[in-house]
């Protein structure tokens, strides 16, 4: 990984936040475990809020 000085910027996409929709976090996309559901592209700070977020999901659909 290149370091960077202070006159250097990061790369673009390093600056993309993105926020995980189970605990609000907000964090780089570049570092953020991706999911898509129903086209859509979620974004989550851990394995752990992911698969909270799939869990929730499977509980919501199997209720309805």
Sequence with gaps: AAAFTQLQQPPQAAR???RDPVCGVHLAEVLAIPLRENGE???F????CRDT???SS???AANA
């Design 16 to 18: 993309l936040l993105v």
């Design 41 to 43: 592209v979620l974004h």
């Design 53 to 55: 977020y799939l869990d």
């Design 58 to 60: 499977r509980k919501l």
């Design 45 to 48: 700070c851990s394995p752990a």
